[in-house]
């Protein structure tokens, strides 16, 4: 684990964020004495889109079709 006051965390950001990227625990001390701590965030996978024929055949369930008309007069 590393503390460094704000001052240090300022001279050489590009290298601590890396530190913590990598791994390493990195608090910041701020002038009250309260510390903060870099915390990666993975990233999100983009979202998957089905393809077209998988959406298009959700349009073929007559039966589906028939509960949802039904549920939108219900609702009017």
């Not at 503390?3 to 050489?12: G, P």
């Not at 004495?33 to 996978?45: I, K």
């Not at 998988?54 to 609702?75: I, P, R, T, V």
Request: with cysteine.
């Amino acid at each position: 684990m590393k503390v460094l006051s704000m001052e240090e965390a300022q001279e050489r950001f590009a290298k601590v964020c890396q530190e913590a990227l990598a791994g390493e625990l990195i608090r910041l001390r701020l002038a009250d004495g309260a510390l903060l701590q870099l915390t990666p965030v993975p990233a999100v996978p983009p979202p998957s889109v089905p393809p077209d024929r998988d959406l298009a055949s959700c349009y073929d369930d007559q039966e589906w079709a028939e509960f949802e008309n039904h549920c939108g007069k219900a609702s009017d």
